[in-house]
């Protein structure tokens, strides 16, 4: 990390070379914020060998939780009672439904969709943004009108993706009186509103395991944005709508989608038969002389791997092993033999490691989830950890709000 000293020339907080105040200081610069202690979180801790929700370590959750429960740690602060649980599902199954507004805004979104000038995360954010409308605690930050708004979204959000798949298949909406079948658990309805069929225990099991690990991450990009907006006191919806953009990039959430195009355009490329060949290092090679970005490798703070994405590889490969038929051409295991092969040339020749989008491109793939529906489930995870940031910034706040470095041209004269 630099540091750089506050002349008032180099760093335009003090307006561009005016006066003093902010400028007289010492600010420290990371380009990206590298390294740079964004704030306080009893949230999530991120350590280089391991990843804790409120003091529980990621692997002791994705084996012996379910994703109800870690929703109500987040959002609720501890370990659900049984009857804590029972009250908290209930209350969430009862919040599903769509107010009729957003399901009509879906529905009319059918032909941005189609023309792809909208894609399912830009729905989904527009869609929160109507939710916030329909909240009768939309402009309430206080922390019991937040946990009441957190809830719906989690609720919601499941739905919004469903009824979105429904139109972009163009088939009748499922659910659109209850937001699915209330007997089913979050996981499993989720892949009901999307398909109209009852996941297998495996498929719900994955799926459920998979929001357990995209539930939260500390001050990434999108949790760093929610916080941004609501360090304004601006409410949970915007601060939601504000995450989901953040989290639509393929350098962030975007990710899980472009990793399996990365995938198919290697098959596409190679051919099926070039899996497990030396045809693979050739493109993999091609990609490094190119400098290309192969997505769902790195990450800015894990020097050693991602701890989410050995449990998401095991897991996907696990329920492939047991999948019959082909998923887009190519049988379930040859996806995850294909991405074990650039796994392996990854980590010997650039020494980089998988993130958790690279396995949940190839397990989505074979649970059949359309591609694009990857990022918008992402957010149906990460919905309880912004949430739970959101509170708590509310709780204790402090307008988030940083220094620049001014390299604009010089101090002139208008009219000189
Ligand atoms: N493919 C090829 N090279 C890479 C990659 C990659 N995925 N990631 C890092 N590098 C190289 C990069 O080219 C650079 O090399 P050099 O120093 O020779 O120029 C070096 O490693 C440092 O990379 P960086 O981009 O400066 O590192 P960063 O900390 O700014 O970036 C990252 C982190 C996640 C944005 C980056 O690794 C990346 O773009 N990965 C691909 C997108 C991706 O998978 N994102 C998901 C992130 S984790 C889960 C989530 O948020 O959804």
């Known amino acids: 990390m630099g540091v750089v000293s506050g002349s008032p020339a180099s760093v335009s907080a003090s307006g561009g070379g005016g006066g003093g105040g902010a400028a007289d200081k010492q600010a420290a610069f990371a380009k990206g914020l590298e390294g740079v202690i964004g704030g306080q979180t009893g949230v999530c801790s991120i350590e280089q060998d391991k990843l804790i929700y409120r003091g529980y370590e990621i692997h002791d959750l994705a084996e012996h939780a379910t994703f109800e429960e870690v929703a109500f740690l987040l959002l609720e602060g501890h370990k659900p009672s049984p009857a804590e649980l029972a009250r908290f599902k209930a209350e969430v199954v009862a919040e599903r439904a769509l107010h009729p507004a957003a399901t009509a805004f879906i529905e009319s979104a059918g032909g941005w969709l189609a023309s792809g000038r909208a894609v399912p995360m830009d729905v989904l954010r527009t869609a929160v943004s109507i939710l916030g409308h329909t909240d009768v605690d939309c402009q309430d930050n206080s922390p019991s009108a937040n946990l009441r708004k957190a809830k719906r979204l989690l609720a919601k959000i499941p739905t919004i993706i469903g009824h979105m798949q429904c139109v972009i298949d163009g088939r009748a909406i ?138 998401l590889m095991g897991l996907g490969k696990k329920m492939a092993g047991t999948l019959t038929g082909t998923f887009g051409g190519l049988p379930a295991l040859k996806w995850f033999a294909l991405g074990e092969q650039v796994q392996g040339i990854m980590l010997a020749k650039k020494k980089i490691f998988p993130n958790v989008d690279f396995p949940c491109g190839m397990t989505y793939f074979t649970m059949r989830i359309p591609v694009p529906q990857y990022t918008p489930i992402f957010v149906a995870a990460r919905i309880t950890g912004w949430a739970a940031h959101i509170s708590e910034q509310h709780a204790d706040n402090r307008l988030i709000r940083p220094l620049s470095i001014y390299t604009g041209p010089a101090l002139k004269k208008w009219n000189g």
Do not use: C
């Not at 297998?200 to 357990?212: F, P, Q, R, W």
């Not at 990793?259 to 070039?274: F, R, S």
């Open 174 to 311: 499922i659910g659109r009186e209850l937001g699915g079948a209330p007997d089913l658990d979050h996981a499993a309805n989720l892949l009901y509103l999307m398909t109209g069929k009852r996941p297998s225990k495996d498929e719900a099991k994955v799926m459920d395991v998979s929001l357990i690990l995209y539930a939260e991450h500390e001050f990434n990009a999108s949790t760093f944005t929610t916080r941004v907006i609501a360090g304004t006191l601006s409410d949970m919806h915007s601060a939601v709508a504000g995450g989901i953009g953040a989290l639509k990039g393929p350098l962030h959430g975007g990710a899980n989608e472009m990793a399996m195009e990365m995938l198919k355009e290697i098959v596409k490329d190679i051919g099926e038969d070039g899996i497990g060949s030396a045809k693979v290092d050739a493109w993999m090679e091609q990609a490094f002389v190119s400098k290309r970005k192969l997505m769902g490798f790195g990450h800015r703070v894990y020097r050693n791997g991602d701890h989410r994405a050995g449990i």
